[in-house]
């Protein structure tokens, strides 16, 4: 005898973590109770077909709707229900692109940003794999759609980050939702009605010359070279490369990526690096002692365009491995300042390099040219309180009516004094 067909149901199946999960067991068909666990629909279908599959949503609407959808593709014997599954199906080809998955989205997001050769790219690799992607999925949030401003505020709370960190973050999710919203996966972007947080002025930690010779001296005992082709030179290289991140201000990966032929010599006899060539295409020059060239001309170059790197592989990769052996230089000189140890890294020395020239005299202006920054804005974010210049103008303009303050001096009054005299009563005398 046929089993009796049940109909067709939705349920929820809570997750362990949910808090009805103890109250209603596992499984649930109580619909007033809204959670982010994942709705399902089970039971036998009219045409006796078992079915027991994801509603694919944590909505129990979007769950009810696919149950009716499912109702009538499996009742044939219903012709208007089953040609309006069809419609409905049709409808659904058109709107395909807003049901896209955050993980989907994300993916074509990042394959985007490597096309267009983003710098940081590794950046958003790391902040969507490791953050938030796993925040969506612990929130029970699969469709790009189900994000919302208050889902983006929530996860704009859980970062454990400083508000510099922080607004950077939010600024590649907007990214994100722009990128959607200009496919119309989405219709606005959720994101971009979020406040920036409020961001500490940054300290930038430099090295004084002292703690800067003592770098270079360590390089020759932070490590045992014994093995490897050419480890004769390995401590050179390090003190070579110390010395030319300090007085080029590059970055590491610039340090890395320099080329041999952008060294040269003017016709005065001064060493000069090329930075970068502006929009105009006119290179900027940086001066550098001969002290630093020769540092870095005496050691044998790693390939035949570059002195620290081989050109094989990724330089991103290279940069990782001068990281690993400079930590190990700053452990062992093991910096104190004002009794406390120094947490020194790498990026200290292209502040030294900007801090110790705003010390030295040079203007802001120069400065931000020789760092290669965007605007003047963010080297005054940075190094602002080191301008001396500015610090002289800012002296010499408040001084500037300072010949009011010479008036004569008032004259000075007699005070009265008063007298005790033991039986009689105090008198005061003019004195």
């Known amino acids: 005898m046929p089993r009796k067909p049940q109909g067709l ?31 399902y629909i089970a039971g036998t279908a009219a045409d006796g077909t078992k079915i027991r599959e994801s509603a694919n949503t944590t909505s129990w609407e979007r769950a009810r709707k696919k149950l009716l959808r499912t109702f009538a593709e499996h009742d044939p014997t219903n012709k208007p229900l089953f040609e309006l599954a069809n419609a409905r ?24 940003k490597r096309g267009e050769n983003v710098v940081d790219v590794a950046h958003y690799e790391g ?40 607004n950077r973050k939010l600024s590649r999710l907007r990214s994100f939702f722009q990128f959607c919203r200009l496919r119309r996966w989405i219709d606005d972007n959720p994101a971009e009605f979020i406040k920036p947080s409020q961001e500490l002025e940054p300290q930038a930690e430099y090295f004084l010359p002292d703690e800067f010779r003592t770098l270079l001296d360590t390089c020759y005992v932070s490590h045992t070279w014994e093995r490897g082709r050419d480890y004769e030179h390995r401590a050179d290289r390090l003190r070579a490369f110390l010395l030319f991140a300090r007085w080029t201000g590059l970055a590491m990966i610039d340090v890395v990526r320099f080329r041999r032929d952008w060294l040269s010599k003017d016709i005065n006899g001064v060493w000069r690096v090329m930075l970068y060539r502006q929009k105009n295409g006119n290179p900027v020059y940086v001066a550098i002692p001969h002290q630093a060239a020769e540092a870095v001309l005496a050691i044998p170059p790693m390939s035949e365009m570059h002195f620290f790197w081989s050109g094989n592989g990724r330089p991103e990769t290279a940069v990782r491995g001068w990281r690993r052996s400079l930590e190990h230089v700053y452990t062992v000189a093991d910096l104190k300042r004002n009794g406390k140890k120094l947490r020194a890294h790498t990026h200290m020395l292209r502040h030294t390099f900007a801090i110790e020239k705003l010390n030295a005299g040079a203007s802001l202006e120069d400065v931000s040219l020789l760092l290669a920054h965007h605007s003047i804005k963010i080297t005054e974010r940075h190094y602002l309180r080191f301008d001396q210049r500015r610090q002289e103008r800012l002296t010499r303009a408040a001084m500037v009516d300072f010949e009011q303050a010479q008036t004569s001096q008032p004259p000075k009054h007699r005070r009265p004094r008063v007298l005790s005299m033991p039986g009689a009563t105090a008198v005061a005398q003019q004195i």
């Not at 049901?99 to 074509?108: L, P, S």
């Open 89 to 112: 199906a049709a409808e659904q080809k058109d709107e395909l692109p807003q049901r896209k998955t955050i993980v989907e989205a994300a993916r074509q997001f990042l394959e985007t």
């Open 9 to 39: 149901y939705v349920f929820t199946r809570h997750s362990s973590d949910c808090k009805y999960h103890s109250e209603h067991g596992e499984t649930d068909r109580t619909e007033n109770l809204r959670c982010a666990c994942m709705k």
């Open 127 to 166: 902040f969507f794999e490791r953050q938030f992607l796993p925040w969506c999925k612990e929130q029970g949030i699969l469709l790009l759609r189900d994000v919302n401003l208050e889902e983006i505020t929530k996860f704009r709370n859980s970062l454990n980050n400083r508000g510099t960190v922080k």
